[in-house]
């Protein structure tokens, strides 16, 4: 059964960049085969996704998002992260990490972790 | 870039059929998933490509794609099935997009 954790700092300021880690388990992220993606949900608002990597490094972001966002992956730990820059109070939010299978035409989100709130304050 | 449009809320009586839609342009031309979200929790995938249940999903929960609209049917509705409902689609220039979600209340 495969397994996504988010993990990192709960608290960031504004102007600091947001760093958070996904660690799979379960299986492999070198298998190849998925895309795996960062989504978040502003408080009492809907799911937003941010981008992806697969398992090579290449990468995927939302356009709304590209010029603050990096992805990367560290396959000999089995995990991606994410790093947002120049965070504002309007980047809190529960970050999730999920996984689509890139073999599939339409691919669906079919693992998810357990979502971390990070909240942008001074 | 494309968009998915839900309402924001919908009813149902215990024991009747919710539809929530999902509205795009020619959205019967791609596969549409839906999630299921209840408060404090993770999404959980309960229909993909349209109309297919993962395992452990109910038989009541199925989906339908044609023109401009994607529904999600829920049948026999239970107080359990209270949640938010996302509709999803991967789009060939934008790759991920969520529709708004909508807010199931069974009376």
Known sequence: QVQLQESGPGLVKPSQTLSLT??????SISSGGYYWSWIRQHPGKGLEWIGY??????????PSLKSRVTISVDTSKNQF?????????????????ARQNRLQPNPYFDYWGQGTLVTVSS | SYELTQPLSVSVALGQTARITCGGNN??????????????????????????????????????????????????????DEADYYCQVWDSSTKVVF?????????
Not at chain 1, 22 to 27: D, F
Not at chain 2, 56 to 67: A, L, Q, V
Not at chain 2, 99 to 107: A, C, D, I
């Open chain 1, 53 to 62: 990597i697969y398992y090579s490094g290449s990468t995927y972001y939302n």
């Open chain 2, 27 to 80: 959205i019967g031309s791609k596969n549409v998933h839906w999630y299921q979200q209840k408060p404090g929790q993770a999404p959980v995938l309960v229909i993909y490509r349209d109309s297919n249940r993962p395992s452990g999903i109910p038989e009541r929960f199925s989906g339908s794609n044609s023109g401009n609209t994607a529904t999600l049917t829920i049948s026999r509705a239970q107080a359990g």
């Open chain 1, 22 to 27: 996904c660690t799979v388990s379960g299986g």
């Open chain 2, 99 to 107: 529709g708004g979600g909508t807010k199931l209340t069974v009376l």
């Open chain 1, 81 to 97: 992260s994410l790093k947002l820059s120049s965070v504002t109070a309007a980047d809190t939010a529960v970050y999730y990490c």
